[in-house]
């Protein structure tokens, strides 16, 4: 009876023992599962933490496109404006952004925040290149470009082909259609104001009839620079691209260095630059004028009539009326930077110009291309309402109005200048030629 006991004892023991180890198994077990709830790529915790970081990045994009609209609407004062350096500073006080974030930021536009991509590009406000004027070249990081490089930038890649129309009514000469399947090449041209890189067609651009652009009369005068602009923003819709708009007399002045300050200088003309003369139709019923520079005296013109544009509309003078224009207009040879014309195909005062002239001037005088700039010229009794253009090796200009109620017609090749994103980067893709990561 005693060892039976004993046996029962034990076995009661035994069987105590083993279920101790079967509960700290499950114990293990359900602990493990628990675990892997919390933690890993699916689990509570993880979900937990991307579906902040999604807040987050919601957030963040929804605070940089509330400030790009604001924007819109405060012109180009960037004062008023919230600049890219400004959001980040708001989106880091608020815990918005991380330290880290911070940090990429300097040197990037986009990031990713709980998988939403934000682009800080549309702010502004971040230099990314830089123009040399003295060298002619670009330059990003360790990157730098020259003026007239290669760039191998497609204006329909990422996008399906666009077409513009300028109308009769705008361009003053007739129907006029542009498409950007365009496939020729384009070169570097110099920096925004935004610090991005710009690009310019190689070659001039027609129409889908493969003629020239014409501008005519009045119309052409007000409306051509803003159809150039229209026509050229369909070339700046490719996936690399920010924008687009026609090469000005900015642009190229800003390679040449031409200072708008000495045409016909200190000379017995009516047409030198900033020379301000007042128009007035005298009750002799001719037209009399002087100018700040010449004629400081009242002058007798043979015409009997005035028109002129005020900005927003066209103005006859009436008898006793006055109107006062400043002259503008320029032309010069970028060999001389004066209307002394040169063979040289270089710029003056730049050295390793060659490819700037060539990018801009060369073969030239069958393949004129307007630039989206107007002017006015004062002409004796006399003046003349035009856009510029380059041709024959120079920057000119040719009138489409004048003021005895002329109109006139001139046509010319589009030539876009197309901004970069400010995100892209650039690879060397041979000699003179790069290509965007």
């Known amino acids: 009876m005693k060892n039976i006991l004993k046996y029962k004892k034990a076995e009661s023991q035994g069987i105590t023992l083993i279920a101790l180890v079967i509960t700290i198994i499950v114990l293990l077990i359900l602990a493990g599962v628990s675990i892997s709830m919390l933690t890993g790529d699916n689990a509570i915790l993880s979900k937990a933490w991307q579906a902040k970081e999604a807040t987050r990045g919601s957030q963040v994009k929804e605070y940089v496109d509330l400030a790009a609209t604001s924007n819109e609407g405060v012109g180009y004062t960037e004062g008023d404006k919230v600049t890219k350096d400004k959001a980040i500073s708001d989106l880091k006080e608020k815990g918005e952004l991380t330290d880290k974030e911070v940090e990429l930021l300097k040197d990037e536009d986009v990031i990713t925040i709980g998988g939403i991509e934000i682009d800080f590009s549309v702010l502004g406000g971040s230099r990314t290149w830089t123009y040399d004027a003295n060298n002619l070249t670009c330059t990003y990081g360790t990157t730098t470009v020259k003026i007239g490089d290669y760039v191998n930038y497609s204006p329909t890649e990422g ?12 361009n003053g000469y007739g129907d006029q259609t542009f498409s950007s399947n365009y496939g020729g090449t384009w070169q570097v041209l110099g920096v925004d104001e935004e610090g991005c890189l710009m690009l310019i067609s190689s070659d001039i651009i027609k129409t889908t009839s493969n003629g020239y652009f014409y501008l005519k009369g009045q119309n052409g005068y007000v409306n051509g620079v803003k159809e150039l602009k229209n026509i050229s923003a369909i070339y700046g819709k490719g996936k690399y691209a920010k924008s687009a708009r026609s090469v000005n007399v900015d642009d190229v002045n800003k390679i040449t260095g031409y200072v708008d300050n ?9 047409d030198q630059t900033g020379n301000q003369v007042t128009y007035t139709l005298n009750s002799d019923g001719y037209i009399h004028y002087n100018g700040t520079k010449y004629p400081k005296t009242d002058t007798t013109s043979t015409n009997t009539s005035f028109t002129y544009w ?7 003078l009436a008898s006793g009326e006055s109107a006062t224009l400043t002259h503008n207009y320029y032309c010069y040879y ?6 002394t014309s040169s063979s040289d195909t270089t710029i003056k005062n730049k050295e390793n110009s060659k490819n700037a002239y060539d990018l801009l001037f060369a ?26 253009f380059v041709g024959n090796g120079r920057v000119n200009g040719t009138s489409l109005w004048n003021s005895r109620g002329n109109a006139f017609n001139d046509y010319g090749g589009v030539r876009p200048a197309v901004s970069l994103k400010s995100t892209i980067k650039l690879e060397p893709n041979g000699e003179n030629s790069w290509k965007i990561k």
């Open 334 to 339: 970028p060999q001389t930077l004066s209307t």
């Open 310 to 316: 005020t900005g927003s509309e066209w103005k006859k």
């Open 363 to 388: 073969n030239t005088s069958s393949a004129f291309y307007w630039l989206g700039s107007q002017y006015v010229g004062t002409y004796g009794g006399n003046a003349n309402f035009g856009v510029r």
């Open 159 to 170: 996008t399906t082909e666009k077409t513009y129309l300028s109308p009769k009514d705008k």
């Open 262 to 270: 000495v045409y016909n200088a200190g000379t017995s003309n009516v």
